[in-house]
């Protein structure tokens, strides 16, 4: 852990053992995805610290696309905006790039093989728009669906239950050419990708995901241009949210419109945020933060209004009001099924608006740990937004992990994950609704900005080999979902 810092007003990347019974040390490819079968469990144990998680409660891993697929050139993809953010010299660190990764595009079986064998019940993952759509428009690359199909039929054989994120970042870089986010047209073409996908997969995938964190592509993206398509435009950034959230609310239409009797929500990384000092309790530079960080994408989504502390500031915001159109905010409120909510940090604000770190953070250093922030953002969407299903669709640690033999000990993450899943506990015990939690991530994986240098799986990947081996924190999760406890 590092020690807190004073650190300038930077969104995050901007800142910028029990043996192992799992399998060891699986170096197997596209042909050969046979795991061996973790030990034999007897009746399930009650949980060590007696929290047990309500009957039907769900437990899943994450990932998405770009971070693990590799095979960037593999049957008709087009090209995306990380692909072309990583030719970049100088923009992600070490130089990576996501042209491997994890190479699960070829060895997705395998990986659905070790889900199933720590007793995954449901997995997150994306689709690459740019498999389905090379230019970002026009027919679909049956090529590209067929990947999904394959992947998502194997989920279902192994049991395991899909929630398929339409976007995870990778925008085709053919759109980004046209004005990527910045252009409204972009969320039409998103509609219009979406509607492929329902209709390829919606009777197979029971749970939606729209847009992955709008927040991150606006702020990482636009704003401290540390992701792509790398912009330091604030002004754009505000017209990038608002057609970000038409989208969403464009791609949940098209999804009622599909007929499918399934589930969507959109995925929000949502921060509580906190008064720094006295002097800052209950000022304005809070509640601007708070704005920012939460209420600019939960309030058009949940109450059909943007925050109109923030709207009342006309020259803060006239970018903004420029791009609103109307009869937006209706489809933009189009009625969801529930929440997905990312949580890594905290938030700590001053008078004059400056982020304060106040807690130890991880090897990223933008992630300030506070699991009780978890609790505290769940009660406040509960408190302010109403009784909403909600899926903790994202929560991990990275972590500097080297393999022993075939041992890979993580006790920094196993504490992580304990103490976030008190909080999620917690929550639930206050009457929150949330229904699964998805530990981000299964495997170590292209960490945007931060290449291979950080490593946020239970799994570990050597990147060479492409060996996986399961990590203690793997061992850790497979008996929490075994007891359904902590
Ligand atoms: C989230 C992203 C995910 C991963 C984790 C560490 O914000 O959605 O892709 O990078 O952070």
């Known amino acids: 852990m590092r020690q807190p810092s004073q650190s300038p007003r930077l969104s995050r990347r901007s800142l910028v053992g029990a043996m192992i019974t799992l399998p060891t040390a699986i170096t197997l490819g596209c042909d050969s995805h046979s795991v061996p079968t973790p030990r034999r469990r007897g009746a399930s144990p009650s949980p060590p610290e007696g929290r047990r998680f309500p009957d039907g ?3 899943g891993v994450a990932t998405s696309a770009y971070q693990i697929e590799g095979a960037v050139k593999a049957d008709g993809r087009g090209q995306s905006i990380w692909d072309a953010f990583c030719a970049v010299p100088g923009r992600i660190s070490g130089g990576d790039t996501g042209e491997q990764a994890a190479d699960h595009y070829h060895r997705y079986l395998t990986d659905l093989d ?34 999904y199909k394959r992947l998502v039929d194997g989920l279902l054989e192994r049991g395991i239950e899909p929630l398929a994120t339409l976007y995870h ?17 972009t969320a039409q073409r998103f509609a219009d990708y979406a509607a492929i996908m329902f209709e390829a997969l919606g009777s197979s995938v029971p749970t939606w995901a729209t847009i992955n964190e709008p927040k991150t592509i606006a702020e990482v993206g636009y704003v401290s241009g540390f992701h792509a398509p790398g912009k330091r435009d604030p002004e754009a950034a505000w017209a990038v949210r608002h057609h970000l959230l038409l989208a969403h609310g464009l791609a949940v239409r098209a999804f ?113 740990l506070y699991p009780d922030g978890l609790h505290d953002v769940l009660l406040r969407v509960r ?60 495997l170590d994986n292209f960490e945007w900005s931060a290449g291979y240098s950080q490593r946020w799986g239970i799994v570990y990947v050597d990147f060479d080999s492409q060996q996986r081996i399961p ?5 850790w999760y497979q008996d929490t979902i075994a007891r359904n406890g902590i």
């Open 256 to 368: 009622r419109d599909s007929g499918r009797a399934r589930r969507i929500c959109p995925v929000l990384n949502l921060a509580p945020v906190y008064p720094a000092d006295d002097a800052s309790a209950g000022s304005t530079a809070v509640a601007v933060a708070d704005a920012m960080e939460n209420r600019i994408y939960l309030d058009p989504i949940f109450k059909g209004s943007y925050p109109q502390d923030l709207l009342a500031d006309q020259d803060k915001t006239a970018a903004l009001h420029r791009v609103i159109k109307d009869g937006d905010l209706n489809v933009i409120a189009a009625p969801v099924d529930l929440l997905g909510v990312n949580y890594y940090n905290p938030v700590y604000v001053d008078t004059s608006g400056t982020y304060v770190m106040k807690h130890p953070t991880s090897m990223a250093t933008w992630q300030q």
């Open 114 to 147: 070790i889900m199933q064998s720590l007793g995954v019940q449901t997995y997150r993952f994306s689709i690459a728009w740019p498999r389905i759509q090379p230019d970002g428009r026009g027919s679909a690359n049956q090529r590209g669906l067929d990947f």
């Open 383 to 442: 408190q302010d937004y109403g009784d909403i299903p909600i899926s903790i669709t994202e929560n991990g640690i990275p972590t500097d992990d080297a393999p022993d033999g075939t041992v890979v000990y993580d006790p920094e993450r196993i504490e992580f994950l304990r103490t976030h899943l008190a909080a999620v506990h917690r929550a639930i015990e206050d009457g929150v609704g949330v229904e699964s939690y998805y530990l981000w991530s299964l």
């Open 57 to 59: 409660f769900r437990w």
């Open 471 to 475: 990590k203690d924190s793997a061992q």
């Open 169 to 185: 970042w990778d925008l085709p870089q053919a759109l980004q050419e046209t004005g990527g986010w910045e252009q409204r047209d």
